[in-house]
């Protein structure tokens, strides 16, 4: 089933596959079982932060799995107050996932008030030529923050991941992303479980019983087909299997214009400008 999920390539020449497991939420013991369930189903892709607090289990599933190391793709992310010593962060996360390296690791927001990420990203550089990340790459930066990092270093972000949904499609960063040679990756793909696309968007029912479809699977197929990284986070196997299985059928371009139309500019999650916790 993992070879059905296709790769995206970054502008480091690495690659990323498309669909992943998104974790937010889930405590060290439920990211276990999840984690394993999904390894087992075929995902090969997980997104975890330090914040989420399920590195340990989220090892754990990775080293019972028995899955090469080389077959799969992790992703953790730097806390805002941990970023003027990345290096120790780094190295905790990777004490609790028990591996060596993480394949892609992140500056998890900008955080503009505190006045550290481009120190940050510096020391991201250093990670990586360390071998304690292969790529390096950014969360919940806006355009001034990606010009910021343009100024300061010529390594561009392998990525930006941000919110991203059919309520919230990010045109104008995304065409930003696209001319920079930044891949985006979608997070709260399916609206973060604070809205319910199925009720704010009844074109997706639709098209949905036209491919015989859930909501869910529609949306997430239509995140693929505009070349976007989506890692849907649930609790529940059955969604697990629902969420993976949308590499056997295709929305027309009528269909994908359908949801394109949907965009309202309707975030449900932190503004960018907003999230400088510590
Ligand atoms: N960089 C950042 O700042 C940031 C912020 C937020 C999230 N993220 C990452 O992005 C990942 C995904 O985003 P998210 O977790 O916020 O939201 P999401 O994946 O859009 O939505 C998760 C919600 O959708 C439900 N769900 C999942 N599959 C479903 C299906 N097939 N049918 C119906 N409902 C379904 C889940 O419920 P159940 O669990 O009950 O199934 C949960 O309530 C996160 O887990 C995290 O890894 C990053």
């Keep these: 089933m993992a070879l059905l999920v296709p790769e995206i390539m970054l502008n480091d020449g690495t690659s990323i596959p498309q669909l992943g ?15 394993s369930e999904a390894l087992e189903l075929g995902y090969r892709h997980i997104d975890t932060a330090t914040i989420y607090k399920n590195e340990r289990g989220i090892g754990k599933a990775i080293r019972e799995s028995g899955i090469p190391r080389d ?4 992703t953790t992310k730097l806390w805002n107050g941990d970023q003027p010593h990345a290096r120790d962060a780094i190295s905790s996360s990777l004490d609790r996932l028990g591996l060596e390296h993480v394949d892609l690791y992140l500056i998890h927001w900008p955080a503009p008030e505190r006045g550290t990420y481009v120190q940050a990203w510096h020391s991201l550089h250093e990670l990586r030529d360390a071998g304690l990340t292969t790529s390096i790459g950014v969360s919940n930066f806006l355009t001034e923050h990606l010009d910021v990092l343009a100024g300061v270093a010529d ?5 930006n991941q941000v919110e991203l949904h059919p309520l919230l499609q990010q045109k104008e960063l995304r065409g930003e992303h696209v001319a920079r040679g930044i891949a985006t990756e979608s997070w709260g793909p399916l609206g973060h479980g604070s809205v319910d696309l199925a009720v704010e968007a009844p074109i997706l029912g639709i098209i ?9 699977q529609v949306v997430l197929r ?3 087909q505009e070349g ?9 196997k059955e969604r697990l299997i629902e969420n993976l299985s949308i590499f056997d059928f295709e929305l027309s371009d009528t ?5 394109r139309g949907l965009d309202r500019d309707h975030r449900v999650g932190t503004h960018p400008l907003d999230g400088n916790w510590d």
């Design 208 to 216: 949905a019983a036209a491919h015989d479809k859930s909501v869910a």
């Design 71 to 74: 077959d799969l793709y992790i």
């Design 228 to 236: 976007l990284i989506v890692f849907p986070k649930t609790s529940h």
């Design 21 to 35: 497991l998104g974790t937010y939420r889930l405590d060290d013991d439920i990211a276990y079982r999840v984690a």
């Design 255 to 259: 269909e994908m214009d359908g949801i």
């Design 155 to 159: 390594t561009v972000p392998v990525l």
């Design 222 to 224: 239509w995140h693929v």
